[in-house]
């Protein structure tokens, strides 16, 4: 079992910052990518960043939020994302999303819970 516990988050007025954590724990032997999801209702899930292994831990961005998001590696196991000059439209349920190798060589790809970020104009 691979859990994905995440912080941070909230409300903040447009132009603001906040910031995401997410760390995973359980019987992981390799991580081959971590990063952050983010879903509107009646919308799917989309990509905001991420850092993969085979990139050689460089981080992917989606572009409506380069330049102004950061995916940062905190250790093995923790990621953050700092989110600054935050706009209406960032507002959304955030997901963490780990994928790699269990302890007994199983691939596994978890989800955090979600976290509420929402930005007011």
């Known amino acids: 079992q691979v859990q994905l516990a995440q912080s941070g988050g909230g409300e903040v007025q447009a132009g603001g910052s906040l910031r995401l954590s997410c760390a995973a724990s359980?019987?992981?032997?390799?991580?081959?990518?971590m990063g952050w999801y983010r879903q509107v209702p009646g919308n799917q899930r989309e990509l905001v960043a991420e850092?993969?292994?085979?990139?050689?831990?460089?981080a992917a961005y989606a572009p409506s939020v380069e330049g102004r998001f950061t995916i940062s590696r905190i250790n093995a196991k923790m990621i953050d994302l700092q989110m600054n000059s935050l706009k209406p439209e960032d507002t959304a349920v955030y997901y963490c999303?780990?994928?790699?190798?269990?302890?007994?060589?199983?691939?596994?790809?978890?989800w955090g819970r979600g976290t509420q970020v929402a930005v007011s104009s």
């Open positions: 999303r780990a994928e790699g190798l269990t302890s007994d060589y199983r691939p596994f790809a978890s």
């Open positions: 359980g019987n992981i032997l390799r991580l081959n990518a």
């Open positions: 850092i993969t292994s085979t990139s050689g831990g460089a």
